[in-house]
């Protein structure tokens, strides 16, 4: 199976811990933001989305103008544009980066983001259009003639695209959601099946259920997993430094006039949560305080310890079946540079070094 990791990028430096710092849109950042996780030896960076935040497919195209090898994740979120049209732009976009993007399809877990941008749908009838849609996209990207649609959210006549995608069949698809209608989209239509940082009994549980939504379908799927990464040199300083963020936070949010958070809507909100109600650390390596101050919001449970240490915690979910890491810090770019010296390459071996020894154990039986 291997291991892939992922980073994530935004427009401009800002975290939990600190507010916003330069313009909305900073290209500088950005452009040493993606170098650094390219050589760091991450495989791939995701460009999250929300409903204020700057256009995130113009900042993967300008990340991957400066870029060389690195993949992209680009979060995109269904039914605001007309699927015929985003798969003729994702299509394009793949063309011009050379195959590097996958896409990571969000359906929404706030009704208050949606109607940022005009959304008045119901959590069950958003995932029912990101159903009809993600066929809509998968059949313009692989079909040759052009094909009318009569469906609950889209209709069209002559759907066709001169553009297809650099990759065959068709440009990745990651899914989240971890609500029944979610884990019926993602059985029909996910390539990669994310998941936000639970406790290892969780996220198995989730995994099992992802696996048998795909086999209705007969059909497999891979899947990441996210959490923020605090290392330090010792366990002990690694847990003063997580100390020192939840104050950071919890400081940063009343200068900004935040109450304590209240849960999401999602259910990957709330399955964080009930992690958290098991106390601040679950799995001995699991931090839960950030995601219980914010209300379950993003991926923010952390894997804490030596590089050592985590390198062992995230080989625990390795072998849940889940093959991709998606890590990010509290201190963005700063610790982006340190998980590429001190962790991608300790994973990436202990890894290989166990497939190696089981792939070395049938021949010593047979012998």
């Given at each position: 199976m291997g291991v892939q990791f992922i980073g994530m990028i935004q427009p401009h430096e800002v975290s939990e811990t600190f507010p916003r710092r330069g313009p909305a849109v900073d290209p500088d950042y950005v452009r040493v933001f993606a170098q650094a996780h390219e050589h760091a030896g991450f495989d791939r960076i995701l460009v999250p989305f929300s409903g204020t935040s700057p256009d995130n497919l113009l900042t993967v195209q300008y990340a991957a103008s400066v870029t060389q090898r690195i993949h992209f994740l680009l979060a995109h979120r269904p039914g605001f544009v007309a699927p015929t049209v985003a798969a003729r732009t994702l299509a394009t976009l793949d063309q011009f980066t050379g195959g590097r993007v996958a896409v990571h399809y969000i359906t929404g877990g706030s009704d208050e983001d949606q109607r940022r941008?005009?959304?008045?749908?119901?959590?069950?009838?958003?995932?029912?259009?990101?159903?009809?849609?993600?066929?809509?996209?998968?059949?313009?990207?692989?079909?040759d003639q052009p094909f009318d649609h009569q469906g609950t959210h889209?209709?069209?006549e002559g759907a066709a695209s001169e553009v297809k995608p650099h990759q065959s069949p068709y440009v990745p698809i990651y899914f989240g959601g971890a609500s029944p209608p979610a884990l019926a989209v993602a059985g029909k239509h996910a390539d990669v099946y994310a998941l936000w940082g639970e406790s290892l009994a969780q996220a198995g549980d989730l995994v099992q259920r992802v696996r048998a939504a795909a086999a209705y379908h007969g059909r497999e799927v891979?899947?990441?997993?996210?959490?923020?990464?605090?290392?330090?040199a010792t366990e002990d300083e690694a847990w003063a430094k997580a100390e020192r963020i939840l104050a950071d936070t919890r400081r940063l949010r009343v200068?900004?006039?935040?109450?304590?958070?209240?849960?999401?809507?999602?259910?990957?909100?709330?399955?964080?949560l009930q992690d958290a109600a098991q106390g601040?650390?679950?799995?001995?390596?699991?931090?839960?305080?950030?995601?219980r101050e914010t209300g379950g919001r993003s991926n923010t449970t952390a894997l804490v310890g030596t590089p050592e240490q985590v390198a062992d915690a995230l080989l625990r979910y390795h072998d849940l079946g889940i093959g991709t890491f998606l890590i990010r810090g509290f201190d963005p770019l700063v610790d982006a540079i340190q998980y590429g010296r001190e962790l991608i390459p300790l994973?990436?071996?202990?890894?290989?070094?166990?497939?190696?020894?089981?792939?070395?154990?049938?021949?010593l039986k047979r012998a």
């Open positions: 941008d005009g959304d008045y749908l119901g959590h069950d009838e958003r995932y029912a259009r990101t159903d009809e849609y993600l066929g809509i996209l998968r059949r313009v990207w692989t079909e889209y209709r069209f891979g899947f990441s997993i996210s959490f923020r990464v605090i290392l330090g200068d900004q006039g935040y109450a304590r958070g209240g849960p999401q809507q999602s259910e990957g909100a709330r399955r964080l601040d650390r679950v799995d001995q390596r699991l931090w839960t305080a950030i995601a994973v990436r071996d202990k890894v290989a070094q166990r497939e190696a020894a089981q792939g070395r154990a049938p021949l």
